[in-house]
Nanobody, 124 residues
Framework: VQLQASGGGLVQAGGSLRLSCAASGRGFSSSGMGWFRQAPGKEREFVAAISWNGGSTYYADSVKGRFTISRDNAKNTVYLQMNSLKPGDTAVYYC??????????????????WGQGTLVTVSS
């Protein structure tokens, strides 16, 4: 499986961005997917995850109510809609594919394949 993340950029605080992650290869439609982020000087942290069919989702407390994860299995793509962005959301965002099908997948070790990351910068 290969993952290509896109959609990052520079946005003012309070603005919105939508990240996309296109997957190639087999197994996408039966796998849980997740988004993580890593700010400069910090460890990679969990953002959101979605089950194989989109039926369940799981969010970090820091983004709950502002971010929405979704997926389109026909397009082999997972999305992260980010609203009400804050400077603290500035990070490189990574998508990942899990070997599990659920959504309670908040640990990096739950994932076997990672995209290259897309930079999100939120200015104050």
């Amino acid at each position: 499986v290969q993952l290509q993340a896109s959609g990052g950029g520079l946005v003012q605080a309070g603005g919105s961005l939508r990240l996309s992650c296109a997957a190639s290869g087999r197994g996408f439609s039966s796998s849980g997917m997740g988004w993580f982020r890593q700010a400069p000087g910090k460890e990679r942290e969990f953002v959101a995850a979605i089950s194989w069919n989109g039926g369940s989702t799981y969010y970090a407390d820091s983004v709950k109510g502002r971010f929405t994860i979704s997926r389109d299995n026909a397009k082999n793509t997972v999305y992260l809609q980010m609203n009400s962005l804050k400077p603290g959301d500035t990070a490189v965002y990574y998508c990942a594919v899990s070997s599990y099908s659920g959504s309670y997948l908040y640990r990096p070790s739950d994932y076997g394949y990672w995209g290259q990351g897309t930079l999100v910068t939120v200015s104050s």
